[in-house]
């Protein structure tokens, strides 16, 4: 993975672990971490409630407001532009262009107010993010 998340709360489970690479824009992946509160049941694909999502994005330079990355950021978190929202509870944050890479922080009400803002320190990339890739040799 391109990074370790170290400060998630003790009493939230992992549930997935995703890695995407994108077969139409060459170096472009994503990878991420899901975590909930709730109990295991037996059927793997129930949709959970309430989540806390950290995700690593390779970090491209979109100028196109149209397309879903580009980046509008509202603030700035260590030096670097981020976007945060909040409401009923539920915070993200995108922190852009970390070494090469966007770190994202979405939570439904798992964390306390100002949480993602708390987590994103704890969330350590690996060295070169932005040139990490999916496989195991390239």
């Known amino acids: 993975m391109p990074a370790t998340v170290a400060g998630v709360p003790a009493g939230l489970r992992l549930i997935t672990v995703n890695v995407h690479e994108s077969l139409d824009e060459p170096n472009y992946w994503d990878a991420g971490w899901t975590w ?3 109990p295991a ?9 309430r989540t806390l999502a950290v995700v690593i994005a390779r970090y491209r330079n979109v100028t196109d407001p149209a397309d ?3 980046v509008d950021p509202n603030t ?8 945060f929202t909040e409401g009923d509870g539920n915070e993200s944050l995108t922190v852009y262009d970390v070494n ?14 100002g949480g993602t803002r708390a987590l994103y320190p704890t969330v350590t990339l690996v060295p070169q993010p932005a040139a990490w890739h999916t496989h195991l040799y390239r």
């Open 36 to 38: 909930t509160q709730e």
């Open 41 to 49: 049941t037996a059927d793997p694909a129930r949709q959970r409630a």
């Open 68 to 70: 879903r990355a580009f």
């Open 76 to 83: 700035t978190l260590d030096g670097h532009p981020a976007r």
């Open 100 to 113: 090469g890479a966007n770190v994202t922080i979405d939570d439904s009400a798992l964390l306390p107010g």
